[in-house]
């Protein structure tokens, strides 16, 4: 663990940020008011073009971004990861540059096999980019995850730490990890508990109750809404909080139905769901899915937006104004 990190060993460098969305806006801006060189790189005529032109960066097509950059920040989706490699790159990059990541997924699954003399690092913050963006502005910063892959100039480590500190990451948590260990811990959470386990858990409570008669609105409030003030105390306290805040009914509840529902069979498939993460199941199945153009992730997606709890939501959400997402809290396209 670090966290007297400083950007020292970048303050000469050249950053060349690939991909504005939410970690690459985020990291961009973040990097930038640290006092370090950034220039964009993107697809001409893409969405995120304006919009990093707007916000004052130099914006470049990819491979002129590269070509005179000191570290390549790849922050495109990790689907698009493989072919900007090879087609952005491979040949462009400076010898002895490195190659940044936020999530280990290419790297670690054999997708994208980086030329050897460059650094390949990564800096995975916890959380979306737009609270990576909204936490530096208040003077913190969002924990960050740093591993060392290939370290061809003996300063791989000190670049991680310097674009980890760079965004405002060394103000709160640095923790050393490796790719294999973000790669599939981070898989593992948004399948299991954060995105996969939390929507099934909302979804079939909220079947069970509207099944039995109960009111749809009723039960959107019971078990969505008031998800958040939970998981909110979750963050600020752990469990430990959010027993301190709820009812002693609750709480009697919480231990004698909680292990009802998810028990140790849940457990169990919970080691499945890793074991195809960590043997490349999970990575093959997905690559294929995204090759194939998508077909069953649309039908999945149309699903879970269909699903009758989205529709009294939309309704509910839209008489409670106060709730409606402003600009700097982006959808989250993942937890992690
Ligand atoms: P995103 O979908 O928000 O942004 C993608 C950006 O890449 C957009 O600016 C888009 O215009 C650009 N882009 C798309 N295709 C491109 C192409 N072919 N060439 C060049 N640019 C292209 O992505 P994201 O969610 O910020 O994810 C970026 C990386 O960060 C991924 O590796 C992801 O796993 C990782 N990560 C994301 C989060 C998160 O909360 N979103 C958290 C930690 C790590
Ligand atoms: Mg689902």
Redesign the pocket.
Known sequence: MSTAATTDALKDARIAV???????SAHAKNLRDSGLDVVVG??PG???WPKAEADGFVVKS?AEAVADADLIAV????M?QPT?YTESIEQQAKPGAALL???G?NVHFGEIKPRDDLDVILV??KG??ALVRREFERGHGVPCLYAVHHDATGHALDKALAYAAGLGGARALLIETDFKEETETDLFGEQAVLCGGATELVQKGFEVLTEAGYKPEVAYYEVMHELKLIVDLFYEGGIARMLEFISETAQYGDYVSGPRVIDDSTKARMKDVLKDIQDGTFARNWTAEYKAGLPNYKKFKQADLEHPVEKVGAKLRSRMTWLQPKDDAEP???A?
Request: glycine content about 20%; proline content about 13%.
């Open positions: 690939l991909g504005y969305g939410s970690q690459g993107l697809r893409g969405a995120s990819p922050l495109t989706p990790d698009v900007l990541f936020a999530h997924f995975a913050p979306p980019g989250m396209k993942k992690g």
